[in-house]
């Protein structure tokens, strides 16, 4: 085989430039696994200077079936290397493989992929072919025993893969179309109003810490009596508890009614929201 055969072909299985592949090739003798182990180590090395930039687009993707749902979020530097068809096909058979994987990203890393690499080879590779910084973000697999999930995407780039994504898992031994609706909006609903957690006694410390904090500041500075200080400084934190918090939200597509009243209205006597999870790049 003519070396400038050797190069298309490496080329092809690679996807970097010409001129590298044709010094990869002469480097090696012609032997093309030699030529690809060549521009792994280059690569590595033109990806490690791209791995200290910033990766703040990027996508999700969601897998599995109504009793085991993950996502896993992908970060990228550019919108445009978001949409590139090398990037959507990887984060793909990435999120097949995380479901599998449970959302252990130790694991997901070392796993094999399709084309015999690893996860973590393969990322190296495509840092090479696209020329960005590209990294594994959160992931998160809802399975619980007795449930129905449903999932919610949103700025949908293709297939399963969005810019934001929520999972509701729904408790309930009803597997009616009233309960599958309610979870198909359910999510649109958490897609919209971000709650921070399913009830105001879930809601991480620290946020309610801080918030306090802008409270009592914005306080302060309000020349009140501290008796009413500390009564109006109650009311905004339980609105904030409130209005943070999935069952008392108000229903996006009823506003005078609240989650929980939703919830009851559909008179199904066990049906309890679970467990939810919302994603959205850049957030």
Not at 131 to 147: D, F, H, M, P, Q
Not at 186 to 194: D, G, K
Not at 262 to 277: N, T
Request: proline share 1%.
């Amino acid at each position: 085989m003519s070396d400038i055969e050797n190069v298309k072909k490496l080329r092809e299985a690679t996807g970097a430039g010409f001129k590298d592949c044709n010094l990869a090739i002469k480097e090696s003798g012609g032997d093309i696994d030699k030529a690809i182990e060549i521009l792994r180590v280059k690569g590595i090395s033109k990806a490690s200077k791209k791995m200290s930039r910033d990766a703040k687009e990027g996508v999700v993707a969601v897998s599995g079936n109504e009793s085991k749902t993950s996502v896993i979020e992908v970060n990228c530097e550019t919108d445009f290397v978001a949409k590139n068809e090398d990037f959507t096909n990887f984060v793909k058979e990435l999120s097949d493989l995380n479901n599998e994987k449970n959302s252990n990203l130790d694991d997901l890393k070392s796993s094999q992929m399709k084309n015999g690499d690893t996860v973590e080879d393969n990322i190296v590779s495509l840092i090479a072919k696209i020329g960005e910084k590209i990294t594994i973000g959160k992931a998160k697999t809802i399975e619980n025993a007795g449930t129905i999930n449903n999932h919610y995407l949103h700025t949908v780039v293709k297939d399963n893969i969005s810019k934001l994504a929520v999972i509701v898992s729904l408790e309930t031994k009803d597997n009616s179309d009233s309960v599958k609706n309610f979870g198909k909006q359910l999510s649109m609903h958490i897609a919209a109003s971000n709650p921070l957690a399913l009830t105001a006694d879930l809601i991480d410390q620290s946020v309610i810490d801080k918030e306090q904090e802008l409270v009592t500041e914005e306080l302060k500075n309000s020349g009140k009596p501290e008796d009413i200080a500390k009564k109006i400084s109650l009311g905004k934190m339980n609105k904030f508890k409130e209005e943070n918090s999935l069952l008392t939200q108000a229903w996006v597509m009823e506003p005078k009614k609240k989650v929980q009243d939703i919830v009851k209205e559909l008179l199904i006597a066990d049906l309890k929201i679970k467990e939810f999870y919302r994603i959205k790049i850049g957030e």
